[in-house]
C-alpha cells in the first residue's frame, strides 16, 4: 500500500525528497543484456535539470545519477543489464531548506501541505518533500533505462501551449525543440513565448501549459483491452505527474465537437500488405490496443502554485493567516515536465512490450507496423 511503484513486468519503485540527502529509483524486470551506462541515463537527465535558463527554477543541481547495482561491465566490455533491480540514485547538493522555515506550519494553497498533512499527519515542509517535482528526476532516469528496452521506438515531447498561447502545428518542427529552452517545436512561438514568460516571472507569478507526447514505431497490438487499456495506462502515469490536471489521446476532448465520419480513421490495405490509416484521430489505439500508428497524447500542467503574491491560507492550528511563498520556484513548471512526459510515456511502452511478449511469444512480439 506504499503506492511508490508503478508498471508491471517493467517496473520501478522511487524513493527520496526535494530537500533529503539524494532521491532515486529501482527498476526491477529490466531484461538481461541491454547496454546501458551512467553517461546515458545523464542525457535524458540534463535535459530535465534545474537552472539551465532564465525560464526555470534556478536552483542548481547537477543531477549526476549513479548506477549502484544490476549492470555489470567485463574487461572493456561495456557494462549490461544483468536481468536483477538496477538501482539509481541522484544526490541532492543544492537544497536552502531555510526558505521554507516560514510556512512549516502553514498549507501553501495549490499544493499537497493539507493533504499530505491530512493523510499521515506529518509533512516535510521543506519544499514539498516527497510530493516536490523534484521526484520526477527518477523517472527520467528510470525512462532512459526503458528505452533500452524498446530501442524501436522514438518517444519524444514538445511544450505545444504555454498558458493562452498555442504554437501553429503548421511549423511543427521536431529540430526545433532542441534549439529553444522551451522544447517547442514552433520557432515563431518560442520566440514570443520568451517575452511572454519573462513577464509572468518578473511579477512572481507562473502560468500553465501542455505537453505533447508523441511515440513512433509502436507495432499493432501491444496493450489489453477493458481493464488494462494501453491509453489508460499511459493517462494514469501522465497523471502521476507533479502538476498535472488533465490528459487526452489523439483529439481528446476536440473529439467531441466531430462527427462519426470525421473521427473514424479510414482504413485501406497498403502495398506492402499493411493496412493504412487515413487518419489518427484516435492517437494510435483503439479499444486499449495500439493500432501501429504514432501513439500521441497530451497532458495540462497547472501554474506553479509557489507565486511571490500573498494568499489566504490556514495553519495546522486552523487559525486564518496570509502566506508569501519564498524559494526558488519555475515560473512554467510545463517546461521541464516534457523530459518528464517521454520518461513516463517510454517506462509504459516497455512494460507494455514486455507484457506483450509474455502473453503472445516472441513470434507476435513485433507484429507489422500501419502507414
Known amino acids: 500500500m506504499s503506492h511508490n511503484s508503478f508498471g508491471h513486468l517493467f517496473r520501478v519503485t522511487t524513493f527520496g525528497e526535494s530537500h533529503g540527502p539524494a532521491l532515486g529509483c529501482v527498476i526491477d524486470g529490466c531484461p538481461p543484456g541491454l547496454e546501458i551506462s551512467e553517461a546515458v541515463i545523464q542525457a ?8 539551465q535558463s532564465r525560464f526555470t527554477t534556478q536552483r542548481r543541481e547537477p543531477d549526476a545519477v549513479r548506477i549502484l547495482s544490476g549492470t555489470f561491465a567485463e574487461g572493456d566490455a561495456p557494462a549490461r543489464t544483468t536481468g536483477t533491480p538496477i538501482a539509481l540514485m541522484i544526490e541532492n547538493t543544492d537544497q536552502r531548506s531555510k526558505d521554507y522555515g516560514d510556512i512549516k506550519d502553514k498549507y501553501r494553497p495549490g ?18 518533500g516527497r510530493s516536490s517535482a523534484r ?14 528496452v ?30 529553444n529552452p522551451f522544447f517547442c517545436p514552433d520557432p515563431v512561438a518560442a520566440r514570443s513565448w520568451e517575452g511572454y ?76 500488405g499493411h493496412p493504412i490509416f487515413g487518419s489518427n484521430h484516435a492517437g494510435g ?7 501501429g500508428q504514432a501513439i500521441v497524447a497530451r497532458f495540462a500542467v497547472k501554474p506553479t502554485s509557489s507565486i511571490l503574491t500573498p494568499r489566504a491560507t490556514v495553519d495546522r492550528r486552523g487559525d486564518e493567516v496570509e502566506i508569501l511563498t519564498k524559494g526558488r520556484h ?8 516534457v523530459p518528464v512526459g517521454e520518461a513516463m510515456m517510454a517506462c509504459v511502452l516497455a512494460d507494455a512490450f514486455l507484457r506483450h511478449r509474455g502473453q503472445v511469444g516472441d513470434g507476435r512480439a513485433w507484429p507489422f507496423q500501419a502507414g
Open 44 to 51: 535524458d537527465l540534463d535535459r530535465r535539470r534545474p537552472g
Open 111 to 128: 499544493h499537497a501541505d493539507f493533504t499530505y498533512d491530512a493523510k499521515y499527519g506529518i509533512r516535510d515542509y521543506r519544499g514539498g
Open 135 to 148: 521526484e520526477t528526476a527518477a523517472r527520467v532516469a528510470a525512462g532512459a533505462v526503458a528505452r533500452r
Open 150 to 179: 524498446i530501442p524501436q521506438v522514438q518517444v519524444r515531447g514538445a511544450l505545444v501551449q504555454m498558458g493562452p498561447h498555442r504554437i501553429d502545428r503548421s511549423r511543427w518542427d521536431w529540430d526545433e525543440v532542441a534549439r
Open 197 to 272: 514568460l519573462d513577464g509572468i516571472r518578473k511579477a512572481g507569478s507562473s502560468v500553465g501549459a501542455v505537453v505533447e507526447v508523441v511515440a513512433d514505431g509502436v507495432p499493432a497490438g501491444w496493450g489489453a483491452p477493458i481493464y488494462a487499456k494501453l491509453d489508460g495506462e499511459i493517462a494514469a502515469a501522465f497523471m502521476s505527474i507533479n502538476a498535472v490536471k488533465g490528459v487526452e489521446i489523439g483529439d481528446g476532448f476536440a473529439a467531441a465537437e466531430l462527427s462519426g465520419e470525421s473521427n473514424a480513421d479510414e482504413i485501406r490495405q497498403g502495398p506492402n
Open 285 to 291: 489505439l483503439l479499444g486499449g490496443i495500439s493500432t
Open 330 to 337: 519555475d515560473p512554467c513548471v510545463g517546461i521541464r515536465a
